[in-house]
């Protein structure tokens, strides 16, 4: 038998351990640890809300999370309720799934002005992630600025853009879409410190914009190179210039009805945030390509801004006692493998980048890594104890642990609460999904 302890149930997570059911079958016992008491990370709390045909991959996940030889161990925190060490001697293999949950910095004057977040923290708001939940941003002003031109600062863009009606079907919390019904933003200015070209958005996600219903792109048609040039890009980097294009084309007539603006600000490097308190504009210096790198000209302005985003990239948390990677912002590994018995998977493998599916291949991989290193010594010479070692560490420190079978409690009343279209309505703090799971164990005592 095999004991692989998973930390992290979002995508990377659930990838390696479908991919060691399919190597071990019935000679592997999975579980898969999370601090919070619901799974999926990413594509709970990271996944834009209005886009659930993204989010309909947890159907995947909770396939290989019902199998018997797959457990959720949710509501424990791996270095604070149990050590990396701990986890080492109880099971055969432990895989560091935790993604990137922290936002990289600018590094700039003013970062820590009032109204200034990470991507990590704003997308966290919206979308219920008990740690940014109460971030409470300031949408009264008319102006923000989305530092980024990644597909993140596109969701942070659109969803900003958003009406109350094209939010039906989502799951975006209450909180969040209450005080996006009141905001009063009407200039959403979307940065690039480089050009068109060099844009990390895909066409799906860019096409997005086209169709908002109170708001429109808008591109200085300056900006964009020779057509002739889009030649030398990957197709779909070539489509996503392809639409830059087209809204560089939209004329002015067509944002009669249409109050929001999207506009894009190439060649652009943030410099320092400016304000008293809260921020109230962003110091911008023009930059032109050198090698496909940024250079600053020397010109710089003022943008104002009530409100901004840095959709910048993000990092893997480190993890005491283990070798971690200060500059790539993730473990320290060989190709996943952080010291025989120790590997990472996903984002805390590779940095942020690649889409969900990316993880796949990676889930794979790591469980054919750990494969060759475990060899012919499984189940032999040293033999771990595994859930069972588990559980009676759990029993001990009186962890509250919560099962698969507790999230779908938790579900459940989540999906009860969903208001009208929407697939759910999420807790947001921990106790509330805690409690969430004791009434319906309750109810099914017949308690209440
Ligand atoms: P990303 O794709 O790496 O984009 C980060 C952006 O931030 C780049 O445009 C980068 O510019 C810019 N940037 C970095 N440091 C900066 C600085 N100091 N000042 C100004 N700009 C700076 O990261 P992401 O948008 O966070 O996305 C992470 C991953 O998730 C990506 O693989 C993305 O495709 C994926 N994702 C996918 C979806 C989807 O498929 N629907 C949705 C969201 C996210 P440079 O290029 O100049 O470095």
Known sequence: MRHIAIIGSGPAGYYTAEAAQKMWGEDVRVDIFDRLPVPYGLIRSGVAPDHQSIKAVSARYE?????????????VTIGEDVSIEELQT????????????????????GEALGNVFGSAAFVGWYNGHPQFAGLDPDL??????????????LDVA??????RAEFVGSDIVGHAL???DVSRITQIVVLGRRG????????????????LSRACPRIN???????????????????SVMLLRSFAAIPEAHRDDKPVDIDFDFFAAPRALIGEGAVTGIEVERTRLDGGRAVGTGETYVIPASLVVACIGYQTSPIPGVPFDESAGRFANDEGRIVRGLYCVGWARRGPSGTIGTNRPDGYAIVERIAEDLGASAGGGHPRRGRAGFDELAAARGL????????????AAENLAAREGAPREKFVVVAAMIAARTDADLAADGAV
């Not at 290989?64 to 509501?75: H, M, S």
């Not at 659109?158 to 009406?163: E, G, H, S, W």
Request: avoid cysteine.
């Open 63 to 75: 396939k290989v999370a019902l199998a018997d030889n797959v457990r959720f161990v949710g509501n």
């Open 90 to 109: 109880l099971y055969d293999a432990v895989v560091l799934a935790t993604g990137a949950p922290h936002d990289r910095t600018l590094g700039l004057p």
């Open 140 to 153: 009264s002003g008319s102006t923000a600025v989305v530092i980024g031109n990644g597909n993140v600062a």
């Open 158 to 163: 659109r969803i900003l853009a958003k009406t």
């Open 178 to 180: 209450n005080a996006l």
């Open 196 to 211: 068109p070209h060099q844009i990390a958005m895909t066409p799906k996600e860019l096409g997005e914009l086209a169709h």
């Open 221 to 239: 048609p300056a900006d964009l190179p020779d057509e002739g040039e889009d030649m030398m890009l990957e197709p779909g980097q070539r489509k």
């Open 400 to 411: 509250d642990v919560v099962t698969f079978r507790d999230w779908k409690k938790i579900e």
